[in-house]
């Protein structure tokens, strides 16, 4: 059983360009976190999808961020118009349901030049 | 008041030594304790947790010791080895249908052979 997949691993993107991350949880898992850790910091929640929902965005920058996690395929992070700040790993976690054990992926690192 | 508060920041311990890390927290409404493990450049993993029914938890050389009044807990890994060496992050989460983890800081954890 595959873990949790996310790509790419390693991101660069200049100022004002936009940045899509995609996380595939793991077999059989419907439930899916996305985390940002900031050098040096703890992961801070942004945001919890269901499968087609979004159930817990209180995490997730007003501006310039989504997140999805569609019927089919992975679940997409979205940064609009990417400012250096935004320059962090970020990492996916799924579990298959709602209270149990969330199991992370190897993360995106994204750097903003 | 959603804040997990993690020390010491970084810790060197010898071969065989015990390490202890240590959280605080203030929100009494959590009710799951999970330590996770990172190695550089992957994602956390599980490596224990507990709820604040149990004073002490044990897995293997890694032990969860809780102190529900003091709203404390702590990681011993007893003999501890080099390849022990990552970070270690405490979180946090209440039951709000869903495990929406709070992070600790951090710990830099090198085991010296």
């Known amino acids: 059983n595959a873990g949790v997949m996310q790509n790419p691993r390693h991101l660069v993107r200049r100022r004002g360009q936009e940045a899509r991350l995609r996380c595939s949880p793991m077999k059989g898992h419907s439930h899916v976190y996305w985390y940002r850790q900031l050098p040096e910091e703890g992961l801070k929640f942004m945001v919890y999808?269901?499968?087609?929902?979004?159930?817990?965005e209180s995490g997730m920058p007003k501006e310039r961020f989504s997140a999805e996690f569609p019927k089919e395929g992975p679940s997409i992070l979205r940064i609009q118009q990417v400012v250096r700040g935004d320059s962090a790993a970020y990492f996916c976690a799924s579990s298959p349901t709602s209270v149990e054990t969330q199991y992370f992926g190897p993360g995106t690192r994204l750097l903003v030049l | 008041q959603q804040q997990v508060k993690q020390s010491p920041q970084s810790l060197i311990v010898q071969k065989g030594g015990i390490s202890i890390i240590n959280c605080a927290y203030e929100n009494t409404a959590f009710d799951y304790f999970p330590w996770y493990q990172q190695f550089p450049g992957k994602g956390p993993a599980l490596l224990i947790a507990i709820r604040p029914d149990v004073s002490e938890k044990k897995e293997g050389r890694f032990t969860i010791s809780f102190n529900k009044s003091a709203k404390q807990f702590s990681l011993h890994i007893m003999d501890s080895q080099p390849g022990d060496s990552a970070t270690y992050f405490c979180?946090?989460?209440?039951?709000?249908?869903?495990?929406?983890?709070?992070f600790g800081t951090g710990t830099r954890l090198l085991v010296s052979p």
């Open positions: 979180a946090a989460s209440m039951n709000t249908g869903f495990q929406k983890l709070v």
């Open positions: 999808l269901q499968k087609e929902n979004i159930i817990d």
